[in-house]
Every structure is written in structure tokens, then in C-alpha cells.
């Protein structure tokens, strides 16, 4: 073969592989995750893969890169097969219609994969300032300006804000990993004919609930909130994550030194703060969020297993599964009422996409996998509120219970 075709040939082949990976990733993505978003798929991707569920990294790697290069190449020996049984003229009239088509395809596949994850629009977002920091003053006569706070509107500068109060609260606060209202059933707000978290929806309607229904809702997410670090920060602090940093915060040395958290207000107060996780505590820099923020310590699943013994049915992919996090959380908040005021913050994990996490608990009644763990968390959160209910710090403790973000999984 002449050098010439064998260039011609390298790219065709490219081309193809670039086209039948367009093609199975947004397949794989779909099957996988749904109606994401270019930021969630960017995040995914720049993730350090430490402490985490890589099931889904090699699911990707297996059913979409190899799959690719493999059709890749017999699409290949098949073009090489044609091109010795036709004759010249009629492997050229191919050649040209073959290329034609792989072009008008591949364009199609790129317009198509910007369409349904907004590329193009996430690159603009990139570009945009904003000018809600109005009130700008020189500082040291030089071109710098240091940005400060407008009291006609909602953001200020973090050091103006002092909060205080008399007969304060004890405050429980958890993460719940993926949850949303799409569990419940139509009557309560849901989109299931059986409610698969009837005890949830029981607490959400005897207590102070926030919805955007007239039934059981939620928060609708902003951009830069919706995956777990994202989510706790823009809760803690009231600010959204970059996607630029994302889980890249554990190489950072400082998390957001600027911003007034949840975590600090309470330090100024005198609480004493522990988050409780049963992954790792360095992922995607979450030890730097809540420690340099005011918490006093944090326990993950290292710090866990170095106190306590653990089954191997007690553990999934990410760490500790959550019925067994939440038995260890009654002897931490046990202990943390002995100091005083306290913050007792965890997040739970078994919802996870793609597929969850079954425990022993987890019921076998519904239609699907998923629903029956969501049908277990409700459980085992109700049995922890009832735990609560029965101890002597109950009547002066506020219990928040917050989805971090919507599930992830199609």
C-alpha cells in the first residue's frame, strides 16, 4: 500500500473510531445516567479515582472504548476486503460515498452530543461576568480592586456577617446521597404509583418541610451544586462549586478561605462539630471543607476501622454502608452532647449511582433494585429520628434532612 493511502487510511480510521465512540458513549450515558448536563460529564472525568467506586470508570472503559476500537477495526478489514474484490472504479464510487457518509454523520454526532449536553453553552458560561459585586474601591493606588459587599442585595462580604442568638439549638444535619421526591407516589408529589418512602413522607409532613409544590418537593438545583462536594459546599457556604475545581479541592491547600459557612457561624458560637462519612474523608477535598471551617474533627471510614471491627457485608465500593454508619453515629452524637452545644453532620452513601447499595436490610418489594434501597434509607432514617426522639438532648436539637443532590442514575 502507498504511503499516501496508508495516511488516508490512518485518518479514515480515526474518523470511524471518533464516530462509533460519540455514538456508545451516548448510549452508555444515557443507560447510565440520564439527562446530565457537559459540567456533570467533566467533573466525572477530572475525579480522582481514590477512595471511589470505580465500577463505573470500567464499565465506561470496557463497553464503550474497547467496543469502539474493536468495531473500529473490523470496519477496517472489511473496507480492505472490498477494496481487493471490486474492481478500482467501483471501490472509488464506495470510497467517496463511504467518506461522505462517515462526515455527514460525524458532524450530525457532534451537533447531536452538543445539543443534549449544552457544550457549547458551558464554554460560555466560562466567559460570563457578572457585576452583583457593584461597589468596587481602589486599593494601594493600583489597577486592583477589592470587591465589596452592596446591602441591596443578598451577597456580602463574608466578614460582615455576625449571627448570634440566645437559647441556640443543637443541630443534626444530613446529607442524604441522591435523594429526591421522583421516590414518593403521584399523591404525594412523586412519580410512582407505590410510595417507596412512606416513612419520609410521614416526617417530611408532620414537620417544617420546603417544597416547590403545592405538594412534597424540593430545592431545584443551581449550576454548580449537583454532585456531592458540590452540593455540601453550596449548602455549607451558600456559594456554587467551579467546575474547574470540582474534585480537584484535595490538591488545593485551602477550601473557599473567603466564605462564611454554616461551619463557621456555629464556631463563633461555641459549638463543638464532627462530620461522620463512611468514605474516604480527602476525597474531593471534603476534609478541607468542614476542618478549615470549623469543624473539630471528622470521621471516615480510615479513622472508623482503626476504632472498630467490620464485616465484609458491612462494606460496599465507596466504605461503610449506611444502616452500620448510622449505628455508629448514635455513640458519636452520644458523645458529643457530653460537650455542650453541638453540630453532628453525616452523609450517606447507598443510593449511589449507577445501582445502589443493597444491605441486609433492604426489602425485596418493589419493581426494582433502586426503589427498594430508597425504601430502605427511609427506614433506617426514620428508626435514627425515632433513636433521637428518645434521648434527653431531643427537645433543644434541630434534625435537618436534605437530599444532596437529584439521583444521578437513568
Not at 229 to 251: C, R
Request: aromatic letters at 12%; charged letters at 20%; one cysteine or more.
Amino acid at each position: 500500500m502507498k504511503k499516501k493511502n496508508k495516511i488516508l487510511l490512518t485518518v479514515f480510521t480515526i474518523i470511524i473510531f471518533i464516530n462509533i465512540l460519540l455514538l456508545n458513549s451516548n448510549i452508555w450515558i444515557y443507560n447510565n445516567f440520564g439527562n446530565v448536563k457537559f459540567q456533570e460529564i467533566l467533573f466525572t472525568l477530572l475525579s480522582p479515582t481514590s477512595g471511589t467506586d470505580t465500577s463505573v470508570i470500567f464499565s465506561y472503559i470496557i463497553r464503550v472504548i474497547v467496543v469502539s476500537f474493536v468495531l473500529s477495526i473490523l470496519f477496517i478489514f472489511c473496507v480492505l476486503y472490498l477494496r481487493r474484490k471490486c474492481s478500482s472504479k467501483a471501490f472509488k464510487y464506495l470510497k467517496c460515498m463511504g467518506s461522505l457518509l462517515i462526515v455527514i454523520t460525524l458532524i450530525l454526532s457532534l451537533l447531536y452530543t452538543n445539543n443534549r449536553y449544552e457544550v457549547v453553552a458551558y464554554f460560555n458560561y466560562q466567559s460570563q461576568k457578572t457585576t452583583i459585586y457593584n461597589k468596587k474601591k481602589k486599593v494601594h493606588k493600583k489597577k486592583n480592586t477589592e470587591y465589596i459587599g452592596d446591602s441591596t442585595i443578598i451577597y456580602q462580604n463574608p466578614e460582615d456577617v455576625k449571627i448570634s442568638g440566645d437559647n441556640t439549638n443543637n443541630l443534626i444535619y444530613i446529607y442524604l446521597e441522591s435523594f429526591e421526591n421522583t421516590f414518593l407516589d403521584t399523591e404525594n408529589g412523586g412519580i410512582k404509583n407505590v410510595n417507596c418512602l412512606p416513612e419520609l413522607t410521614e416526617l417530611a409532613k408532620q414537620n417544617t418541610n420546603f417544597s416547590n409544590t403545592d405538594q412534597l418537593g424540593g430545592a431545584l438545583p443551581f449550576t454548580g451544586t449537583t454532585w456531592t462536594i458540590a452540593s455540601m459546599t453550596s449548602q455549607f457556604t451558600g456559594l456554587p462549586l467551579k467546575v474547574e475545581v470540582a474534585n480537584d479541592m484535595d490538591k488545593q491547600n485551602q477550601f473557599m478561605p473567603g466564605a462564611k459557612t454554616i461551619g463557621d457561624i456555629l464556631n463563633e458560637n461555641g459549638y463543638i462539630q464532627e462530620l461522620m462519612i463512611g468514605s474516604q474523608k480527602e476525597f474531593a477535598g471534603t476534609d478541607k471543607l468542614f476542618l478549615q471551617h470549623g469543624f473539630d474533627k471528622i470521621c471516615d471510614i480510615n479513622s472508623l476501622k482503626q476504632e472498630y471491627s467490620f464485616k465484609s457485608n458491612e462494606l460496599n465500593q465507596w466504605g461503610l454502608d449506611d444502616y452500620k454508619l448510622f449505628e455508629l453515629a448514635k455513640n458519636e452524637i452520644t458523645q458529643l452532647a457530653q460537650t455542650g452545644k453541638f453540630n453532628f453532620t453525616m452523609a450517606t452513601i447507598d443510593c449511589h449511582m449507577p445501582k445502589g447499595f443493597l444491605c441486609k436490610y433492604c426489602p425485596n418489594t418493589y419493581e426494582n433494585r433502586y426503589e427498594n434501597i430508597y425504601a430502605c434509607q427511609s427506614k433506617l432514617i426514620n428508626s435514627f429520628i425515632d433513636w433521637c426522639k428518645s434521648q434527653s438532648w431531643y427537645e433543644n436539637t434541630t434534625i435537618v434532612l436534605v437530599g444532596d443532590h437529584p439521583t444521578m442514575a437513568q
